[in-house]
């Protein structure tokens, strides 16, 4: 018994290395998992990516990895590509292609994947390019095996492990493993991990199975604040032949103040002059770096320059002002040392520039980051300016950079600090209308929209915008109105406040529907929210609203003397945690109506039973924005 026993834990050993093994079954797509398949893209076979630390300055990757891909939308989830530069070698990649039963019809080496800068095309000069697949598929599903080894001299950013790096993507088997041979601390920290059931096989060395596909929601979170990640970095590092320590922020900052900025501040006397000049009779501290930001804006212009140490180290604060154009780093090196010169201290600042909110991990000192703004501290508030933009107003993050955790690089080393969070009251669109009616169910309207903090944002490009191009925007915004014609247009940007003012007249046929000798209008013309949020037989995923705004309306009707009120609504209200809505009609003198409305979204994270409540909320608000009015001849 005892002897039968221990071939029966050999042959469980084996099965259990088998089942963990990239097998020839993951290339033929019929032999996926049923259950993967549901709502799946794609589905990850097998992936196995291993680190090798040899030295603080040597790393090698490799990577074993098999997708089958079930139509266009998971083209993208064979991740077969690799970025390199001057201390990143490739020396190995190769992808076999596989139809549905699994017969290999394609197979492309290194010299075979086609290969690019790894930046835009707006950028003046890069030294990082990027190798990758560049595969037109005949018929779905197909498999991908890919493999590659790259060997870097830089060990600044460790790779992290996302095994569901997407919405629609399932994961059959992810395997993650650091080999750390260095003799420095690999620093490590897991997100998401009890939720996935991620096993821990040892030491920086984990696995996932069996991960189902996780279909987007409206509202959802970025799919990798809720999927399962593990972050690495190394207490001594290399970037492109700099040494670094990373035990904490505040050692980063230092690394980063030290070896990218100093020495890079130095200016030509012509334009330390300038600025002196400039704000020579300027006692208020704020007041001389709104001149000076406004100096850098008029000098420079944005172009990406990705050279200098991993693309991290800032253009010379000379260099730019003599060629008159940057990158984010440059841009705000430079502003950073014309502020020197008029005594304004100022601080470099990494931040994850996007849309959508996203933080520096602020418990996770690592190599992070896409974008840099300039933190200037004035008593307990921090005023931010986004160095790239020729027409920002001073110190709008609004859209981009705002309220989100960001890297303050200081001498004494780095600082985590929140941007400004702009609340509902701040982020306002005011819309005004006076509206004329005739007995045919025509109007003419003159109509204000004025816009601060995010609502400016949304707003604000559209004055540099062609006519044409203004025309087609106003008519897509008042889709709800018929035969518009769209007469004048005019803006008034102050920047000072930082508010706009749109102001336009329009005109419009047959808005009113007509029934024998009534005529029925909807009094909110102008700002009518008439999409809802998507219906969930049952909801999977929290919900987040990442801004908050108020929206007051205020508009004038002018019937003509042949109309007289049959019939309206007093108006209604409703307030929820989500945000609040009112709305009323009342009568003027000389037969005019007033239609006012505010209507406001809190900013929060909300459960996932909560949305029906919410989408509740957004019903009653379309519901009211259609109220009526019966007109009588």
């Known amino acids: 018994m005892p002897h039968l026993k221990s071939k029966l834990l050999l042959i469980y050993v084996l099965l259990s290395t088998s089942i963990f093994s990239q097998s020839d079954n993951d290339f033929i797509a019929i032999l996926a998992p049923a259950e993967l398949k549901e709502k799946a ?6 992936d196995k990516q291993v680190v090798e630390i040899n030295a603080y300055n040597r790393m090698i990757v490799t990577t074993n990895r098999v997708v089958t891909i079930y139509n266009k939308y998971g083209d993208r989830s064979h991740n077969a590509y690799e970025a390199y530069d001057p201390n990143t070698k490739i020396k190995k990649m190769e992808v076999r292609i596989y139809d549905a039963a699994g017969k ?3 197979k492309i080496k290194t010299s075979d994947f086609a290969d690019e800068s790894a930046v835009s095309g707006g950028t003046l000069y890069s030294d990082s390019r990027v190798k990758y697949l560049n595969y037109t598929p005949i018929k779905y599903p197909y498999t991908i095996h890919y493999k590659s080894e790259v060997e870097m001299r830089s060990t600044a950013f460790v790779p992290q492990w996302r095994p569901i790096d997407g919405y629609y993507l ?4 992810s395997e993650f493993k650091i080999i750390n041979n260095s003799g420095v601390e690999v620093r490590t920290k897991n997100e998401n991990f009890e939720a996935y059931g991620i096993e821990n096989l040892g030491e920086s060395h984990v696995s996932a199975k069996n991960l189902k596909a996780i279909k987007y929601e409206t509202y959802s979170s970025d799919i990798g604040d809720i999927t399962p990640c593990l972050k ?4 001594t590092f290399d970037m492109e032949g700099v040494k670094g320590e990373n035990n904490n922020w505040e050692d980063f900052g230092k690394w980063m103040h030290t070896k990218l900025l100093m020495g890079t501040d130095d200016l030509p006397q012509s334009a330390i002059d300038e600025v002196k000049a400039l704000t020579a009779n300027t006692e208020d501290k704020i007041e001389r770096a709104k001149i000076v930001y406004k100096y850098m804006q008029d000098k420079t212009r944005y172009i990406s320059v990705q050279v200098g140490i991993g693309g991290w180290k800032p253009m010379l604060a000379n260099e730019v002002d003599k060629l008159g ?4 780093k440059g841009l705000t090196n430079y502003t950073k040392a014309l502020l020197e010169v008029v005594d304004v201290p100022s601080y470099y600042t990494v931040v994850w520039g996007d849309q959508n909110i996203r933080d520096i991990d602020s418990d996770f000192s690592i190599t992070e980051g896409n974008h840099v703004i300039l933190c200037v501290p004035n008593n307990d508030e921090n005023i931010f300016l986004e160095c790239t933009s020729q027409t920002n107003p001073f110190g709008f993050t609004a859209g981009f950079t705002d309220d989100r955790d960001v890297l303050l690089v200081t001498p004494e080393g780095g600082k985590i600090v929140h941007t400004k969070v702009y609340s509902a009251d701040e982020s306002l669109q005011l819309t005004k209308a006076n509206v004329v009616l005739d007995d045919m169910g025509n109007f003419t309207a003159n109509i204000s929209i004025k816009t601060t903090g995010y609502q400016y944002d949304l707003h604000e490009g559209m004055e540099t915008r062609p006519l044409r191009d203004q025309k087609l925007h106003y008519k897509e915004y008042w889709n709800n109105i018929n035969n518009l014609d769209i007469t004048s247009i005019d803006y008034k940007n102050d920047k000072d406040q930082i508010e706009l003012i749109e102001t336009l007249d329009v005109s419009a046929t047959n808005y009113a529907s007509k029934s024998g000798n009534r005529l029925i209008i909807q009094p909110n013309m102008f700002n009518k929210v008439t ?10 995923l929290d919900f987040k609203i990442e801004r908050a705004f108020k929206d007051v309306d205020e508009f004038i009707i002018e019937l003509p003397e042949t109309l007289k009120v049959e019939a309206m609504s007093e108006g209604a209200k409703v307030n929820t945690k989500y945000g609040s809505y009112e709305y009323a009609l009342e009568k003027l003198e000389g037969n005019k109506l007033k239609y006012t409305r505010t209507y ?8 996932k039973e909560d949305y029906e409540a919410f989408r509740d909320f957004r019903k009653q608000i379309v519901k009211h ?5 019966v007109l009588v001849k």
């Not at 154009?325 to 984010?328: I, L």
């Open 625 to 629: 924005d259609k109220t009526k009015i």
């Open 232 to 235: 690495s970095a190394l207490t």
């Open 170 to 173: 399932a994961v059959q088997y």
């Open 325 to 328: 154009y940057a990158d984010c």
């Open 531 to 540: 999409g809802l949020p998507t219906r969930y037989d049952k909801r999977n």
């Open 104 to 106: 290999e019809i394609k």
């Open 600 to 607: 406001i979204m809190n900013k929060g994270n909300y459960d």
């Open 41 to 46: 893209n794609a589905i990850v076979r097998y």
